[in-house]
C-alpha cells in the first residue's frame, strides 16, 4: 500500500427500533403517494424510532457496534440532515431561561466523551442534507491528506425525524438511522480513490418535482466529475451503490451512465428504506457481507439531498477486504 492511500472500513448501521410496511405507513398518515406507488419504486418497510429515542441514540449504537475496531481516533466527522439533531439540550430549557447553551449541546462531542476518543477534534457537518455522510468521507480524507497525525476519523450520520412528521420525502419512504465507519490510512477495507460534491442553492427550496427533475441531470453530472478526478472510466467501475430511491430513477440513470443496471446495488431499498444520509453505508454493508465484492473491484457511492446537493466517492476494495 502507498503511505499516500487513505482507506475506509468498518461499516455499521443503526436503525430506528420500531419496524413498520408501508401499508401502516400510509394508515398512519406518515406518507403522501400510495401504498401502490411506494411498493412499484422498491419500498417495502421504514424504521422508526420510539417517543423516547434520539438520533443521538442512534449514533451510538452505531459507534458502539465497531468500538473495538476505532482504535486511536484524531478527529470525528458527525453528520446530520435535520440541523435540530445536531443539538442534544432542551428546547424548553433554553425558552424557559434564554439561555442558549441549551441549544449548544453538542452530541459529537458527548459522543467523544462516551467512547474517551480524548485526541479527536470534533466536526458538525448539518447543512448537506442527504449527501452529509459522503461529505465526511471528502473531509476525512482532506484531512488525512493535509496533517497525516490525524491517524483515524470516524465519520457518521445520524438523524431521526421529529414527533409528528411525513416518513415521506420527494417520493421515499424514510428510516429514522445511523450509520459509520472509519477513515484512516489502512490497512484493510477500500481506498478512497475520490470525492467530489456539487451544490445548486438556487434549489434550496425546490418542490418535491423540481427535485425529481433536477436529479438526473446532476446526478449524470456529478458521476462524470468524480471519474474524471479519479482518472477513470464508467466501464472501470463494478458496481454503483446509491442512496435507496426510486427504483426506475436508477433503471434511467443506468442507460444515461451506459452502466450495466444488474451492478447498480441498493439491496437494503425493500427492508430499510431511504435511511436519509445513511443508504450508501447500509448498501456497501450488505454488499460485503453477502461476499459480492471481489479484491480489487471499484465501488462508486452517490447520493443527492436538499439543498441542493449531489456528492460522490469512489472506492478501490483493497487485497485485505477478501
Avoid at 486511536?72 to 430549557?93: F, H, L, M, R, S
Avoid at 473531509?139 to 488525512?144: C, E, P, S
Avoid at 427533475?213 to 446532476?218: E, I, N, P
Avoid at 433503471?251 to 431511504?274: C, E, N, S, W, Y
Wanted: glycine share 10%; net charge negative; hydrophobic share 40%.
Amino acid at each position: 500500500m502507498r503511505t499516500s492511500e487513505i482507506l475506509v472500513d468498518h461499516f455499521s448501521v443503526a436503525l430506528g427500533e420500531s419496524t413498520f410496511t408501508v401499508d401502516d405507513a400510509a394508515r398512519a398518515g406518515k406518507t403522501v403517494s400510495s401504498p401502490a406507488t411506494l411498493k412499484e419504486s422498491g419500498f417495502r418497510l421504514h424504521h422508526v424510532c420510539g417517543a423516547g429515542t434520539t438520533s443521538y441514540d442512534l449514533a451510538y449504537r452505531a459507534v458502539n457496534e465497531i468500538r473495538g475496531a476505532l482504535g486511536d481516533i484524531g478527529a470525528v466527522v458527525y453528520a446530520t440532515c435535520i440541523p435540530a439533531n445536531g443539538n442534544v439540550g432542551e428546547e424548553k430549557k433554553f425558552r424557559d431561561t434564554g439561555d442558549v447553551k441549551h441549544l449548544m449541546n453538542f452530541p459529537a462531542s458527548r459522543l467523544q466523551s462516551a467512547f474517551a476518543m480524548e485526541r479527536a477534534v470534533v466536526i458538525g457537518l448539518n447543512q448537506q442534507a442527504c449527501t452529509g455522510m459522503l461529505g465526511s468521507l471528502r473531509l476525512a480524507r482532506m484531512m488525512l491528506t493535509e496533517e497525516p497525525e490525524v491517524g483515524r476519523v470516524l465519520c457518521l450520520t445520524a438523524d431521526r425525524f421529529p414527533e409528528g412528521a411525513l416518513y415521506e420525502q420527494s417520493y421515499n419512504l424514510v428510516s429514522d438511522g445511523a450509520a459509520a465507519c472509519v477513515v484512516s490510512r489502512g490497512p484493510g477495507g477500500f481506498r478512497l480513490l475520490a470525492c467530489h460534491g456539487i451544490t445548486n442553492g438556487a434549489l434550496a427550496v425546490a418542490s418535491d418535482d423540481e427535485v425529481v427533475g433536477s436529479y438526473f441531470s446532476y446526478t449524470y453530472r456529478v458521476v462524470q466529475e468524480t471519474l474524471a478526478k479519479a482518472s477513470l472510466a464508467i466501464g472501470e467501475i463494478d458496481w454503483i451503490v446509491p442512496q435507496n430511491t426510486n427504483i426506475k430513477a436508477w433503471q434511467i440513470l443506468a442507460r444515461l451512465l451506459k452502466f450495466d443496471f444488474a451492478r447498480v446495488a441498493m439491496p437494503t431499498l425493500g427492508d430499510v428504506g431511504h435511511m436519509i444520509s445513511g443508504d450508501n453505508i447500509a448498501n456497501l454493508k450488505r454488499l460485503m457481507e453477502e461476499k459480492k465484492i471481489r479484491p480489487g473491484e471499484r465501488v462508486l457511492l452517490v447520493t443527492a439531498g436538499y439543498g441542493l446537493n449531489w456528492q460522490c466517492a469512489i472506492l478501490e476494495s483493497a487485497a485485505e477486504n477478501g
